[in-house]
């Protein structure tokens, strides 16, 4: 299958400062890119769709200006998450989608903690 | 009419045992339903995924199941290892939208 990388894997920051985290499709070009947040022992929660060039949508409930997502390029995507805060804290997934199959391809998730 | 509902919530079974899990839509334009595996501390894997124009899918020890008049797609995991342990995630989608994920089932198999 295809494969999407995340980086960075796991990132400790203090309370008010900004993280960024990026995604990679490594072996396909992705229009396409979402963004997840993911809790404890829950589901994914789709935070935003990522087109290529275009402005993200986001969720309802989602802050737009907190969670900053920008799709250069057809294999990155990246979220930043500015002026953090511990409630941010959270395993944030990225995936691709290709274009031809409709199949969503999932990166490894990257843990952040607030402090 | 977005939702996709999974049961069980949980699920024990014994090494060798069959695994079923359930999930059920509203949306009939849906045309796409994977399912995913979750290890703990890392994101999902797909593992198999069905289109509504067949009723089974099978791969190795998993097959999907369909059912497109009751809305309803089951996975059976055939021959369950201790290294199937994990969580699965239920999705569906129409083509050029976001996936809608179903709550997840942990699955645990005792050797």
């Known amino acids: 299958g295809a494969v999407v990388s995340q980086h960075p894997s796991r990132v400790i920051c203090k309370s008010g400062t900004s993280v960024k985290i990026e995604c990679r499709s490594l072996d396909f070009q992705a229009t396409t890119m979402f963004w997840y947040r993911q809790f404890p022992k829950k589901s994914l929660m789709l935070m935003a769709t990522s087109n290529e060039g275009s402005k993200a949508t986001y969720e309802q409930g989602v802050e737009k200006d907190k969670f900053l997502i920008n799709h250069a390029s057809l294999t990155l995507s990246t979220l930043t998450v500015t002026s953090a805060h511990p409630e941010d804290s959270s395993f944030y997934i990225c995936s691709a989608r290709t274009d031809r199959a409709n199949e969503q391809f999932f990166g490894p998730g990257t843990r952040l903690t607030v402090l | 009419q977005q939702q996709v509902k999974q049961s069980p919530q949980s699920l024990i079974v014994q090494k060798g045992g069959i695994s079923i899990i359930n999930c059920a839509y509203e949306n009939t334009a849906f045309d796409y339903f994977p399912w995913y595996q979750q290890f703990p501390g890392k994101g999902p894997a797909l593992l198999i995924a069905?289109?509504?124009?067949?009723s089974e899918k099978k791969e190795g020890r998993f097959t999907i199941s369909f059912n497109k008049s009751a809305k309803q797609f089951s996975l059976h995991i055939m021959d369950s290892q201790p290294g199937d342990s994990a969580t699965y995630f239920c999705a569906a989608n129409q083509a050029g939208t976001a996936l809608i994920f179903g709550k997840g089932t942990t699955l645990s198999v005792s050797s």
């Open positions: 069905i289109r509504p124009d067949v």
